[in-house]
């Protein structure tokens, strides 16, 4: 299986996202601040891995304090968690991840500060086990939701690079292949970024499983032509009345799938529900940078000085989704006390 990141001898290994498919090379952190780095410019990115790298960034922050005493090494520990959580704003997984991580911390502060580092290692590597698992059991309860003999269309990558491993949104797809159906994928190229291009139609060409790409802007044409049967997205953070951030582009998918009866799902695992919010309006987007929607491939294509405007997410209001699928199990309407039995199981 594709290894999106590992976390061996003190060092957490990535595979580099902003290179492939063109080159596979991999990125070694060894410090809290180069995994904060990675996240931000997007080496690592897909709200479960982010999460993933981020509580293997808290462990080597944690290995890297020389200290004796349980309260500066809490102190210094804060340090390193506000570096990750201020890497990237909007998949909820990240601050998730940094939560727990400072539990576990906390319920080791009466033993010794070797032993806090230990237990800190494991705990981020069980975060890194158990998001695979999550990854097969929202596979398995969604590919119910796939009829054989179907046409998919996703945005952006939520498969195993967005993830530990088997991905969400490419999870429900692969289980459904594995259940023996008969699918193909139209892959959005998702555009600023390319992540649909690069690394959704590369994954699901690398598992023989038929895909095509198209630019985001062929996703209604193909709808109006009756070529595609379902929705499956992945989402980076969904509000407590089911309202859903998603990758930029995800909202107009959302409102074709409307137009043309079309279910539309979201693949998300508990840890991306945010019940803090009651809405989507209150979930932060990420404003990227001008250079990722002039340039492609690092070559200039928009005039030199354009104003330029780069929300990295949207949302999409709770009334456009249908479900979402987690590891607990399919959630319908009404979202808002629906998810909250689902992350309460
Ligand atoms: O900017 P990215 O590439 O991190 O955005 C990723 C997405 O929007 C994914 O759809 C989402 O994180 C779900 S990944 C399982």
Redesign the pocket.
Known sequence: MLKTLEYTDGIVRMIDQTKLPVETVYVDCKTSGEVADAIKT?VV????A?GVAAAMGVSLGAQSINTDDPKQFAEELEQHCSVLAASRPT?VNLFWAIERMKKVAESCMNGSIEKAKETLKEESIRIWKEDIEINKAMGKHGQELVPDNSTILT????GAL??AGY???LGVIRAAVEAGKKVRVFADETRP?L?GARLTAWELKEDDIPVRLITDNMAGYFMRTGEVDLIV????RIAGNGDVA??IGTYSVAVLAKEHGIPFYVA?PTSTLDLSLDNGDQIPIEERSAEEVTHIGGKRFAPEGIEVAHP??DITPNALVHAIITEKGVVRPPFKENLRKAKAQ
């Open positions: 997007m990115r897909g709200a479960p982010i998949a945005h952006c990558n939520a967005a993830t991905g969400t949104a970024f992540q997205v992945g989402a980076d998603n990758k998300a990295a997410f």
